[in-house]
């Protein structure tokens, strides 16, 4: 009788191990199911916001005629500190570099202003 209680408990430690094993092989398969459907979903997202488009720098001769034009001051609240080029129709809606489509405003109002 003790033979086979040994038997029996073998046989249910093997059973077991198995059975753990079989466990964790299951486990890393899973991961790796969840692990490719995530990089799929990933692939798949379109990104929320566009990067602002790369634009040429305004010539100098234009920024300056300008700032000489606008006496250096903002338009808005005649403040004379950091004054800024703004554009009066954005580059977002087609708006231009021209002496006519620029003003100065000073960055707190630039700030406000936003694109318009």
């Not at 249910?12 to 991961?31: E, M, P, Q, S, V």
């Not at 488009?53 to 005629?65: F, M, N, S």
């Not at 231009?96 to 707190?108: G, H, K, R």
């Amino acid at each position: 009788m003790r033979e086979n209680h040994k038997k029996d408990v073998d046989s249910t430690k093997d059973f077991i191990i198995k059975t753990a094993k079989d466990i964790l092989k299951f486990d890393k398969i899973w991961k790796d199911v969840k692990f490719m459907v995530g990089k799929r979903k990933r692939a798949k997202r379109k990104p929320t916001k566009k990067k602002p488009a790369k634009r040429k720098h305004i010539p100098k001769a234009v920024r300056d005629a300008v700032m000489e034009r606008d006496n250096y001051t903002c338009v808005y609240c005649g403040s004379t500190n950091n004054p800024e080029l703004d554009h009066n129709e954005a580059h977002a809606n087609d708006g231009s570099d021209e002496i006519d489509n620029l003003q100065v405003l000073c960055m707190s109002c630039n700030r406000r202003k936003g694109a318009s």
